[in-house]
């Protein structure tokens, strides 16, 4: 049963991070679209990781090199979408408001997709690897 509220919570997270992210697109304030592309860095974060678990055996305590750069990757691609914004809105293509929405977004989507992995990631019966 803690594993459905767990999801509850996560899907509620990600449904709130999302509203973020649509409030600074499409506001009448700001009514501008760019930072949709966000959408694409929200999907490739957690393919490193992914793949990098499936790849390495996870017997040992020591880490490795494929491990190492999943998460580097992992690590630009998180930093990359928060660096777009903020370049958007130094270009003025975007405003310092509908920024700060996306920002907020961000982290709350960001922090849903570690949540999941925090929650999911252990082998046992509630494992993702399972889906």
Same mark, same amino acid.
């Given at each position: 049963?803690?594993?459905?509220?767990?999801?509850?919570?996560?899907?509620?997270?990600?449904?709130?991070?999302?509203?973020?992210?649509? +409030?600074?697109?499409? +506001?009448?304030?700001?009514?501008?679209?760019?930072?949709?592309?966000?959408?694409?860095?929200?999907?490739?974060?957690?393919?490193?990781?992914?793949?990098?678990?499936?790849?390495?055996? =996870?017997?040992?305590?020591?880490?490795?090199?494929?491990?190492?750069?999943?998460?580097?990757? #992992? #690590?630009?691609?998180?930093?990359?979408?928060?660096?777009?914004?903020?370049?958007?809105?130094?270009? =003025?293509?975007?405003?310092?408001?509908?920024?700060? +929405?996306? +920002?907020?977004?961000?982290?709350?989507?960001?922090? #849903?997709?570690?949540?999941?992995?925090?929650?999911?990631?252990?082998?046992?019966?509630?494992?993702?690897?399972?889906?």
């Amino acid at each position: 049963m803690a594993g459905i509220k767990a999801l509850i919570s996560l899907s509620f997270g990600g449904a709130i991070g999302l509203m973020f992210l649509m +409030l600074g697109c499409a +506001l009448p304030v700001y009514d501008k679209y760019w930072p949709l592309f966000l959408l694409f860095f929200y999907i490739l974060a957690p393919i490193p990781y992914c793949i990098s678990r499936r790849i390495v055996d =996870d017997t040992d305590s020591a880490s490795n090199a494929c491990k190492e750069l999943a998460l580097f990757l #992992t #690590t630009g691609i998180v930093v990359s979408a928060f660096g777009l914004p903020i370049i958007f809105a130094r270009a =003025d293509v975007i405003a310092w408001g509908a920024c700060a +929405l996306v +920002l907020t977004g961000n982290v709350v989507i960001f922090a #849903t997709i570690l949540g999941f992995f925090l929650v999911f990631g252990t082998n046992d019966d509630f494992s993702w690897q399972q889906w």
